[in-house]
């Protein structure tokens, strides 16, 4: 699976929208991004995925590069609930082979909305 | 709708005690299942994972190991707890759909 790199931490004031971005510059073809969410205590949440098109659901949006090598999850408006660590991770989307669907999780984002 | 539940909550447990924690997915057949553990301010780490009854594969050595008894039903274990065994554990599931789903985890303490 393609490593990913994701800033450490990041400050958001409720009501706007949060940018979170993420670099996978040795994403292949057959691996999705993927963004998942950790709230403090609780286990991690889906949020996203996306192969190459942009995305949107009623949580957030995925813009993926057109070279696919970095990807931002936008949340339009974050309010304080949306505070957590948020997790990039690209691997394809089989469930089956070597990888077994096994998610591979980095440090991730700590995202911050203050009032 | 797929539902998946991890039991107990929080659990304290003295060094040298056997462990035992559940989890079950209800609403699916022939899922994946995992074990995480999430060592505290750390990045989740895949314990262990399981394609199908019995069939267990470990990703790291340690002082742990998986069960899957019942196709939905996934047991981690240990016969004696370290100090070192401490940690956030957290049950998933996958399917046919490229997203897996996490349970609320078991925060575990050895003392």
């Known amino acids: 699976d393609a490593k990913t790199t994701q800033p450490p931490s990041m400050d958001c004031a409720e009501g706007r929208a949060a940018n979170l971005p993420c670099n996978h510059s040795?994403?292949?073809?057959?691996?999705?991004v993927y963004w998942y969410r950790q709230i403090h205590s609780q286990g991690p949440q889906y949020i996203i995925h996306?192969?190459?098109n942009n995305e949107t659901n009623e949580m957030a949006s995925l813009i993926i590069t057109e070279d696919r090598k970095s990807s931002t999850l936008i949340l339009p408006h974050a309010t304080l609930r949306d505070t957590a660590v948020y997790y990039c991770?690209?691997?394809?989307?089989?469930?089956?082979?070597?990888?077994?669907?096994?998610?591979?999780f980095g440090q991730g984002t700590i995202l911050t909305v203050h009032p | 709708s797929q539902t998946i539940h991890q039991w107990p909550a929080t659990l304290v447990q003295p060094v040298g005690s056997p462990l035992s924690l559940e989890c079950t997915v209800e609403?699916?057949?022939?899922?994946?299942l995992y074990w995480y553990r999430q060592a505290a301010g750390r990045g989740l780490q895949l314990l262990f994972y399981?394609?199908?009854?019995?069939?267990i594969s470990s990703e790291v050595p340690q002082n742990l190991s998986a069960s899957r008894p019942q196709d939905r039903q996934f047991i981690l274990s240990s016969k004696k707890l370290l100090l070192s065994d401490s940690g956030f554990y957290l049950c998933?599931?996958?399917?046919?759909?490229?997203?897996?789903?996490f349970g609320q985890g078991t925060r575990l303490t050895v003392v």
């Open positions: 998933a599931w996958k399917q046919t759909s490229r997203v897996a789903f």
């Open positions: 996306g192969l190459k």
């Open positions: 040795t994403i292949s073809g057959n691996e999705y």
């Open positions: 399981s394609v199908g009854i019995g069939q």
């Open positions: 991770i690209v691997r394809v989307a089989f469930a089956g082979g070597t990888s077994y669907g096994k998610l591979t």
């Open positions: 609403g699916t057949s022939n899922p994946n």
